[in-house]
């Protein structure tokens, strides 16, 4: 507890085979905030998808797994990033929360993991995206900058599931009384 703040970061990658190594990129995240990429990866982007009936959560397992026909795993290589603190992430060290939860923290933690990815992987000439779902979309704003400022640059940024108005969420008012919209 006495040691540095220092994060460990979890994250899938999926490649395609034999591909194009300058194939794209696109790194996902998730939002919550605190959410893991499970959900992205096991509902919607990945590979392969959880099979649920519809949109009401089954009371539990065992659940059939598919290949799933709409990952984009056929155009790019997808690498789902669980933010430090969520999934399989770590914090660690004295004042860890004060070092990664924060605008500025979670961005920084970010870019350093995004760009030691593509040193590692040698993927410096892909085309690369951030794909931010629901708050990840919010998140997408400062990483996108602060990895421009690193010498990072984006070929695009997806956003999916993003609230415009907090104020004004799809379950109503009742979470947010007091709110005037007129």
Known sequence: EDQPATARMFYTAFFAKGADPNRPVVFFYNGGPGSATMYLRMASMGPVRVVLPDVQHPFGGPYKI????????DAADLVFIDAPGTGYSRVLGKDAFKAFYGVDQDAAAFDRFIRRFLTKYDRWSSPRFLFGESYGTTRAA???AKLQQSGVDLNGVVLLSHILSVNNPADGPDGHPGTDNG
């Not at 598919?66 to 795993?73: C, D, G, R, T």
Request: proline share 18%; charged share 0%; net charge neutral.
């Open 142 to 144: 400062v990483p996108s």
């Open 66 to 73: 598919i290949p799933n026909q709409y990952s984009l795993l």
